[in-house]
């Protein structure tokens, strides 16, 4: 407890806390609104997991020892005050219900829908003949580790499934049929070991649900949600096995206190982050990662030598366990803001991502029912969670396009609406 109840530590938790109170009392979604995903989510890696970790006497990974969380929490201290400025700048954004009816609905181009659908369905089905998942986890299935990277940019087949699976529950009205599908989609990301997505989509799902069933979403529910979600996040971690399946056999001498009190990868983004944020930063990155995303846009088999983020190995330089640099250890954004513009990159840099993300929200509002519904409750999970704990700026943006703009899309060239009785203009 000593690394966590420092002046710095008790500060950045008390801020922590007050913006998510205040998130949970004032928006209509409450306790899993976009601020309050965003403070829960620092308190679980920068202050619950080390707490657990360190009871449980586990102080090193990867040959490195945490000594120090004071510069971590000045770290995310000044994300979450960016963060937060940019949600209380264009509050009135959040604070409009995305489940009222408006007086005039857009229709969704039912041809787009089923195209984008296809087209998942046809990544889905390019994966399995490339030897890159193993749908049905057979022993006899000839899995291509080594051509892992090639044609990378079908996975994204696998975030569109996410919005047209929202789409499709909340047209349906959460029935049999949907759930069904959703399940199937669940099963899809559990093979591949995407943890992370079967995540947004729970978290999306359960949003989606309570506010169109129009019930509170309270703090106790998260708080259940968030015990629920640690559980299931630490089981997939350690039964998933890239591509291949799940493998049951490595639970052959787990205990369930195993799936609260050991974080495994996970717990290196707390290292990482103490590490970057201790010590003198190297050259800044810059626009570098900027630029980067968007030359990652094009297919590597059209640009082969296309640019790396060469800056992102600085993360391993505090791990001296030999191979740590092949170790794919993961970083939150803060580490990835600080090596980009240094200390004042982290405030400015969390104020424009959050600007981007509510003014994305605002966007939603203007489409139909269900896309405005499914935007809304994708948004909180994916930029409070999923963007703060990957700091790569490149993947962020690349899986952000194919995540949200199938909900634009299914709206593209339809001109049609139809009023709403009993509706008012939002």
């Known amino acids: 407890m000593e690394l966590i109840d420092t002046p710095v530590g008790l500060f950045t ?36 997991m080390p707490a657990i970790s360190l009871a449980n006497g586990i102080d090193e990974f990867l040959g490195m ?7 971590a929490h000045w770290s995310v201290f000044l994300y979450i005050a960016g963060a937060a400025t940019a949600v209380f700048v264009q509050s009135d954004v959040l604070l409009a219900d995305p489940s009222v009816p408006r007086k005039v ?9 089923n195209i984008l659908w296809v087209l998942a369905v ?42 047209l699976t929202l789409i499709l529950l ?16 669940l099963l899809v990301f559990l ?16 949003t989606s649900f309570l506010i169109v069933r129009h019930i509170k979403i309270r703090i106790s529910f998260v708080i259940a949600g968030g015990a629920a979600a640690m559980f299931l996040m630490n089981l997939l971690g350690q039964i998933r096995h890239y591509g291949e399946g799940v493998d049951l056999s490595r639970l052959e001498d787990a205990s369930i206190g195993d799936f609260f009190g050991t974080f495994g990868g996970e717990y290196g983004i707390v290292f990482v982050t103490a590490y970057i944020a201790a010590n003198p930063l190297p050259d800044l990155a810059m626009f570098t990662p900027w630029t980067i ?16 983020a060469d800056f992102m190995d600085y993360l391993s330089t505090g791990l001296t366990a030999e191979g740590a640099n092949r170790a794919g250890v993961a970083a939150p954004q803060q580490a990835e803001m600080l090596l980009q513009f240094g200390w004042f990159g982290v405030p400015f840099l969390a104020f424009l991502y959050f600007s981007i ?66 509706s008012r203009q939002v």
């Not at 909340?170 to 989609?185: A, E, I, P, Q």
């Not at 995540?199 to 799902?205: E, K, Q």
């Not at 995303?293 to 790396?308: C, G, M």
């Not at 703009?405 to 709206?411: A, D, K, R, S």
Request: aromatic letters at 16%; charged letters at 15%; a positive charge.
């Open 65 to 71: 020892n945490l000594k120090s969380l004071v510069w």
């Open 13 to 48: 938790f008390m801020s922590l806390l007050l913006t998510f109170i205040v998130g949970a009392r004032v928006l209509p979604l409450g306790a899993l609104s976009l601020p309050c995903m965003t403070a829960i989510t620092s308190v679980i890696y920068f202050y619950l």
């Open 293 to 308: 995303a968007i030359a990652r846009l094009v297919p590597s088999f059209l640009w082969h030598e296309k640019p790396k």
């Open 357 to 422: 993300a509510v003014w994305l929200i605002s966007r939603f509002h203007k489409l139909g029912r269900d896309a405005r519904i499914a935007g809304c409750a994708l948004a909180p999970a994916y930029f409070g969670f999923y963007m703060q704990t990957r700091g790569y700026f490149f993947q962020i943006f690349a899986d952000a396009i194919f995540m949200f703009g199938p909900l634009f899309l299914v709206h593209a060239w339809e001109t049609k609406s139809k009023s709403t009785p009993g």
């Open 122 to 163: 046809v990544g889905l089905i390019s994966q399995i003949a490339l030897g890159k998942l193993n749908l049905i986890g057979s022993e006899m299935y000839s899995f291509d580790a080594d051509a892992i990277g090639e044609l990378a940019f079908i996975t994204e087949a696998y975030n569109m499934m996410v919005p």
């Open 105 to 113: 609905e857009p229709e969704m181009n039912l041809f787009a829908f």
């Open 170 to 185: 909340l047209r349906d009205n959460f029935k049999w049929r949907s759930l069904l599908v959703l399940g199937l989609v």
């Open 191 to 206: 093979q591949i070991g995407f943890r992370f997505r079967i995540f947004i989509v729970l978290a999306a799902v359960a």
